[in-house]
């Protein structure tokens, strides 16, 4: 009797283990309004210490970056939802948060922005093409103390995590910190065309006062990237009355973005003129999300000596967070099953960049419409 009490206390400590291994390595909850039970935070990567071969700081750059004096930050007046564009409450399950875009908020003083707009006339000599966007700059982190400080600051980061609604971090690859876009030569060009972005978080800012330009304008589809997809399949492009375009009231001005759920461009100009955008990635530390980066669009872009240990460091970062999250919360139990799987999904990231890393194939760009 006594051992049959004891069989059933046991089975039922089993179950309930069970139960919360389950919990520990199921998809997050469906709702944004009651916190997982078992969220750690991941602690985020550092910034590498050294630069890759290839990539200095400018010789010449005197300004240091100051948040009391370079920033002046806003708030949004509004937010717009995953849920206002189209996407079901099934698919935002997948994300840490419902955010897709905001209006735009302000982030720097003026002072802010005459040091930004300096820098990036200096970085101007790193330019580089691709087929999304004729005129970009890359790796400004590694080539700028001042970018580099900015987009890394902690008061901003916290500023956009509260807007967010989830705890961010500048993202753990510095080629998705202060990526750069000018206006292209070639006038018939778009300065970037229709695409989601290839990491989960970003602001777009506006290095330049965009307000007087004629073109030039940033503008994102009022619906889901699939059916935006879709339509451009066959159409030139997006119905003129699905597409938004926010005022940025002047330069400094940024929007903050889930930028892989909103499909955005920004068109060409009329006439020559500036036009300099910084756009600075950010990454979820709630690191139980899938992680939405698309490699190989970063493959077709980036230098693989940096892009490569990038990759590798990211995603081991990501694994070693999940690891040390089922280290803290692994319960007792006998369900081998769930325990292999608790395992090899902390160390899927690492895995999939692994089979990343060793494909050779060449990959493009992934954009909509020409
Ligand atoms: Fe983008």
């Given at each position: 009797m006594q051992k049959q009490h004891l069989e059933t206390v046991t089975e039922k400590i089993t179950e309930q283990a069970s139960t919360e291994l389950l919990e520990l390595i199921a998809?997050?909850?469906?709702?944004?309004?009651i916190a997982p039970k078992s969220v750690v935070f991941a602690e985020p990567i550092c910034f590498p210490q050294c630069s890759p071969p290839g990539y200095e700081y400018?010789?010449?750059?005197?300004i240091i970056y100051n948040p009391q004096r370079h920033l002046a930050l806003e708030k949004p007046t509004t937010i717009y939802r995953l849920g206002d564009l189209g996407y079901e409450e099934s698919i935002i399950?997948?994300?840490?948060?419902?955010?897709a875009i905001t209006s735009p908020i302000r982030l720097l003083s003026e002072s802010g922005v005459a040091a930004l707009y300096e820098v990036s006339l200096a970085l101007q000599r790193y330019r580089q093409g691709c087929e999304r966007i004729p005129n970009m700059v890359r790796g400004a982190v590694y080539r700028s103390k001042f970018v580099r400080d900015l987009c890394l600051c902690p008061v901003v980061t916290e500023f956009l995590s509260e807007i967010a609604g989830t705890p961010l971090a500048p993202?753990?690859?510095?080629?998705?910190?202060?990526h750069f876009n000018f206006a292209p030569?070639?006038?018939?060009?778009?300065v970037d065309k229709w695409h989601t972005d290839t990491i989960a978080f970003d602001y777009v800012l506006m290095?330049?006062?965009?307000?007087?330009?004629l073109g030039g304008k940033f503008q994102y589809f009022n619906g889901t990237k699939e059916e935006g997809a879709e339509i451009l399949k066959y159409a030139e492009d997006l119905p003129e009355d699905r597409i938004i375009t926010p005022v940025f009231p002047g330069a400094g001005y940024a929007v903050l973005q889930q930028g892989n759920m909103v499909m955005h461009r920004a068109t060409g100009l009329m006439y020559p003129a500036e036009r300099i955008t910084m756009v600075n990635g950010y990454v979820s530390l709630d690191v139980n999300f899938p992680d939405q980066s698309r490699f190989a669009d970063m493959k077709a872009v980036d230098e693989h000596h940096v892009l490569f240990p990038e990759w590798a460091r990211y995603k081991a970062w990501r694994s070693r967070s999940q690891l040390d999250a089922m280290i803290q919360e692994l319960p007792f139990t006998n369900d081998r099953t769930a325990l292999c799987a608790a395992l090899r999904s902390a160390i899927a990231d690492v895995e999939a960049a692994i089979a990343d890393i060793e494909q050779t194939d060449e990959s493009k760009m992934l954009y909509y419409g020409s």
């Open positions: 998809l997050p909850p469906d709702t944004h309004n400018l010789p010449d750059e005197v399950a997948k994300f840490p948060t419902n955010l993202h753990s690859m510095p080629l998705m910190l202060g030569q070639d006038l018939t060009q778009a290095v330049t006062d965009p307000s007087q330009l």
